[in-house]
């Protein structure tokens, strides 16, 4: 079945640097597009990020762009989420998704908190 984990969130000052990564499994990694997305609280959930299945192409939402990256190593099946210059605003729980087979798969999430 698919499992997608994601590791990496934690509490860190404005202006600090978080990496997330996702570890896939149950699935050809290297056959899918990968996204990030985030929710905080009180909010709808939002697309932060977005990979091709081979990494050639990727997109980002305008609020991180400049400051976030996404990429992937499809060897080790694990998509990342390099967030730099991070906001309090960025504060949430970060997931990780794919379609298969036109179903939504989501991991268990990863708690991100910037503060002072």
């Known amino acids: 079945q698919v499992q997608l984990v994601e590791s990496g969130g934690g509490l860190v000052q404005p202006g600090g640097s978080l990496r997330l990564s996702c570890k896939a499994s149950?699935?050809?990694?290297?056959?899918?597009?990968m996204r990030w997305y985030r929710q905080a609280p009180g909010k709808e959930r939002e697309l932060v990020a977005a990979?091709?299945?081979?990494?050639?192409?990727?997109n980002l939402a305008d609020n991180v762009k400049g400051r976030f990256t996404i990429s992937r190593d499809n060897a080790k099946n694990t998509v990342y989420l390099q967030m730099n210059s991070l906001k309090p605003e960025d504060t949430a729980v970060y997931y990780c998704?794919?379609?298969?087979?036109?179903?939504?798969?989501w991991g268990q999430g990863t708690q991100v908190t910037v503060s002072s």
């Open positions: 998704n794919v379609v298969v087979f036109r179903l939504d798969y």
């Open positions: 149950g699935f050809t990694f290297s056959g899918y597009a």
């Open positions: 990979i091709t299945s081979a990494g050639g192409s990727t």
